[in-house]
């Protein structure tokens, strides 16, 4: 059978994942009384609950007798990492673009990994029945990306389609037909090349997808490179460097049919195919055949730009909500994530009973510890810091830079450059994007985003959008302001009192309700000024014979500020850390009593001198 490999790739919210659901249910995937779920490739629960594709998947229809294998990757720049993993496996990309929207940094990224690749990719103009498509501009906006990102003749001669991906049609025409998905198959097959790879060589795949299964264990998909597959071939496992990880029998061989993993006995070079039964292979060894003798070369991952540190919870609540404690669980559960995400890095903390886990972004890492702490881990997260390095050719700190591409309504973009540029960030463009809207682009350390967007959404009553994207190291920027006000901190352990917030939350933002346990050196509110406060939230009202009527009745409280988890890691400061359990987030200062405070901050004053 006739194979073609292709990757659906875009911006986050661009509509790729409901495209695939439309690609599935025209191809005959599925029964006519068939229950499928919307975004039915999004099985994890934190992607069905985010709305966004965290990991890549594959699955595969078939098409005028032509097996299509997609594969789905994540839109959000932090699972950057993902994608340049899957490029390896296709041949070719379909590129989806908002017909509103347009081209945003996530559609740069990918596309210029796919050029590089010289995949020639089909592009998509998605959602042109929004009431705000604009899809001649976006066709135009795509076309000057590909000459911007020094695209080839070939690669800048694209075939276009427009689609609607919710409404299931695409045509080649912007106001054709508009009936099915039937011509981006058909352009598929005829656009997108065959694998063209030696089918009469020793077997060989490279890793590119981990996953776990109940049943099986650890699954490896991948594209086969060259020669066959045959269920209980003998198999040897080879790292990057060549040296041999383990050896076995290929005991379970499966193919991709919808949805499901489906049992095959063979499979030749160019199909995407998932194996079974190994236990130390991972993401990016070669799997061979025994007279293999040099591995697959993997596609060099982008290096991680921010780090934070994970430590035990060594708090007074410590080991109360969470079955998993402990340091070597914790360091175990961590180990077992870098195996399948190649854009993690986890090397051991100078701090004690800690690790530094550094990768692309908050929301990476905040995901990585969302998962921790549904299956039972407590730990203490420490604030984000940025990996600097030294240029290679001066010497000089280097630091990460982003490019960030903001849409905000005009009479709000004042505000958001003044905000920027205390933050570093270098206005590069501005520009009407219609509908009362102002198109901002900057150029900024990633240093002065940790921590801004709860406030950027504050300034533009959430109708702002901010979009970023890795753009390479520049020079130090020197100083950046951090948050301006201070944390109202406990100084007893207890459960907090409706008579003492009351009468505290005129001194700022109360993080807590009546009855949330609390103890000495918990962060439970926010100052109204810039410096720390010791408060006391468990003081109970004095009880007398004197009563007035319905005065206790007029004690109402504003509700407390409950934070995210990312919101909580880009809210702390380097002197605070965040506790995280199955049951709460909390914020604590990182030297709980009051006096071993004041004496890292006299030393830190010193060093500063």
């Known amino acids: 059978?006739?194979?073609?490999?292709?990757?659906?790739?875009?911006?986050?919210?661009?509509?790729?994942?409901?495209?695939?659901?439309?690609?599935?249910?025209?191809?005959?995937?599925?029964?006519?009384?068939?229950?499928?779920?919307?975004?039915?490739?999004?099985?994890?629960?934190?992607?069905?609950?985010?709305?966004?594709?965290?990991?890549?998947?594959?699955?595969?229809?078939?098409?005028?007798?032509?097996?299509?294998?997609?594969?789905?990757?994540?839109?959000?720049?932090?699972?950057?990492?993902?994608?340049?993993?899957?490029?390896?496996?296709?041949?070719?990309?379909?590129?989806?673009?908002?017909?509103?929207?347009?081209v945003l940094p996530q559609t740069k990224f990918v596309l210029g990994k796919a050029l590089a690749r010289g995949i020639r990719p089909i592009v998509v103009v998605n959602k042109i029945d929004r009431s705000d498509a604009r899809a001649d501009e976006v066709h135009n906006e795509v076309f000057d990306l590909f000459a911007a990102l020094d695209a080839t003749e070939e690669q800048l001669d694209f075939p276009t389609l427009f689609a609607s991906g919710r409404q299931g049609w695409a045509d080649l025409e912007m106001n054709g037909a508009r009936k099915d998905l039937s011509p981006m198959?058909?352009?598929?097959?005829?656009?997108?090349?065959?694998?063209?790879?030696?089918?009469?060589?020793?077997?060989?795949?490279?890793?590119?997808?981990?996953?776990?299964?109940?049943?099986?264990?650890?699954?490896?998909?991948?594209?086969?490179?060259?020669?066959?597959?045959?269920l209980n071939m003998p198999l040897k496992v080879l790292r990057a460097d060549g040296t041999v990880v383990e050896t076995g029998r290929l005991t379970k061989l499966m193919s991709f049919n919808g949805l499901d993993r489906v049992p095959v006995d063979e499979a030749q070079a160019g199909d995407i195919i998932a194996i079974a039964g190994l236990t130390d292979a991972t993401i990016p060894d070669t799997l061979g055949s025994p007279d293999l003798l040099l591995p697959i070369q993997a596609i060099p991952v982008d290096p991680p730009t921010l780090s934070m540190t994970f430590r035990v919870n060594d708090g007074p609540l410590g080991g109360r909500e969470g079955k998993k404690v402990t340091s070597r669980q914790i360091r175990d559960r961590l180990m077992h994530e870098v195996q399948g995400n190649v854009a993690l890095k986890i090397t051991i903390s100078t701090e004690t009973d800690a690790f530094e886990v550094a990768g692309r972004g908050e929301l990476q890492l905040g995901v990585l510890i969302e998962q921790m702490r549904r299956e039972g881990f407590e730990l203490t997260i420490g604030r984000p810091r940025v990996l600097t390095r030294a240029n290679p050719e001066t010497g000089e700190r280097e630091e990460p830079m982003e490019d960030v591409l903001v849409d905000v309504d005009e009479p709000y973009s004042g505000v958001v450059v003044e905000k920027m540029s205390r933050r570093k960030g270098q206005l590069q463009d501005m520009r009407p994007s219609g509908g009362g809207k102002q198109r901002l682009t900057f150029r900024m350390p990633s240093r002065g985003l940790i921590g801004y967007h709860g406030e950027f959404l504050t300034d533009t009553r959430g109708s702002g959008i901010m979009n970023r994207l890795f753009a390479g190291y520049g020079p130090w920027q020197g100083v950046i302001e951090g948050r301006r006000n201070g944390s109202l901190i406990s100084n007893l352990d207890g459960e907090a009192v409706q008579y003492s917030l009351w009468y505290l939350q005129e001194r700022g933002t109360l993080f807590v309700n009546p009855g949330d346990k609390v103890y000495t050196g918990m962060i439970v509110g926010e100052h109204s000024r810039d410096n720390d406060l010791d408060v006391n939230v468990v003081k109970e009202k004095k009880l007398t014979n004197i009563r007035a009527a319905g005065k206790d009745d007029a004690m109402l409280l504003i509700p407390p500020r409950r934070?995210?988890?990312?919101?909580?890691?880009?809210?702390v400061e380097d002197d605070?850390?965040?506790?995280?359990?199955?049951?709460?987030?909390?914020?604590?200062k990182r030297h709980l009593d009051p006096n071993a405070r004041k004496r890292a901050d006299r030393s830190s004053d010193s060093d500063a001198a």
């Open 563 to 571: 934070m995210s988890l990312e919101q909580a890691i880009a809210y």
């Open 576 to 588: 605070e850390l965040v506790e995280v359990t199955p049951a709460a987030i909390r914020l604590r």
């Open 185 to 230: 198959f058909d352009l598929v097959l005829s656009h997108v090349p065959a694998p063209n790879l030696v089918v009469d060589a020793p077997f060989a795949m490279l890793a590119s997808i981990l996953d776990y299964d109940n049943f099986l264990g650890r699954v490896l998909t991948g594209r086969v490179e060259q020669g066959r597959a045959r």
């Open 1 to 102: 059978m006739d194979i073609r490999n292709i990757a659906i790739i875009a911006h986050v919210d661009h509509g790729k994942t409901t495209l695939v659901d439309a690609l599935l249910k025209q191809s005959g995937a599925f029964r006519e009384n068939q229950h499928v779920v919307e975004r039915a490739l999004d099985r994890n629960d934190l992607e069905r609950e985010r709305g966004i594709t965290i990991l890549a998947k594959c699955t595969s229809v078939i098409w005028k007798e032509t097996r299509v294998n997609i594969i789905d990757t994540p839109g959000h720049a932090d699972f950057g990492g993902e994608v340049e993993r899957i490029l390896s496996m296709v041949d070719g990309a379909i590129l989806l673009v908002d017909a509103a929207e347009g």
